[in-house]
């Protein structure tokens, strides 16, 4: 199937937050896609040959065949879903920052966690983006929970 990747053609969302953290910290708890879906409410499940992400919002269950590239080296994490014939790839990637400057003068070093979701605009789309979104703000809150940020 051909996507026409004309701006008006596609749906985004993006979500960050800089957490107060080092990137090595960061690492020890992202370090590959199955340890990153638990932040982000994902339960992973392999069904036949093929393996799934289930995500639920408000008693909505779907079923995601993904697949998902992880670049260690990047800090980056690339995915592609499909359930039905809803279609949607994105990216999280980590990156140090910094985050302030201390009372006496010192770099206040965090991380900085960019989610970045697309999809083909279509007809009847707006359930699974609620998911989507809903998945990658929840991520981001549970990070920033447990590691907290500016």
């Given at each position: 199937m051909e996507t026409s990747r004309h701006p008006r053609d596609r749906l985004r969302f993006d979500t960050s937050a800089t957490l107060g953290c080092d990137l090595s910290v960061l690492r020890m708890f992202l370090d590959e896609p199955a340890s990153i879906a638990t932040w982000f409410g994902?339960?992973?499940?392999?069904?036949?040959?093929?393996?799934?992400?289930?995500?639920?919002?408000?008693?909505?269950?779907?079923?995601?065949?993904?697949?998902?590239?992880?670049?260690?080296?990047?800090?980056?994490?690339?995915?592609?879903a499909r359930s039905g014939p809803f279609e949607l790839e994105g990216y999280l990637t980590m990156r140090?920052?910094?985050?302030?400057?201390?009372?006496?003068?010192?770099?206040?070093?965090?991380?900085?966690?960019?989610?970045?979701?697309?999809?083909?605009?279509?007809?009847?789309?707006?359930?699974?983006?609620?998911?989507?979104?809903?998945?990658?703000?929840?991520?981001i809150q549970n990070l920033r929970a447990e590691f907290g940020g500016p």
């Open positions: 994902a339960v992973r499940r392999v069904e036949t040959d093929r393996e799934g992400v289930r995500v639920a919002l408000r008693g909505r269950s779907e079923m995601f065949e993904v697949t998902e590239q992880w670049l260690p080296d990047d800090d980056a994490l690339y995915w592609w140090e920052v910094l985050r302030g400057v201390g009372p006496w003068g010192e770099f206040l070093r965090g991380v900085q966690v960019w989610i970045h979701i697309e999809s083909e605009r279509r007809p009847r789309v707006v359930p699974m983006w609620q998911v989507a979104a809903h998945v990658a703000t929840s991520g």
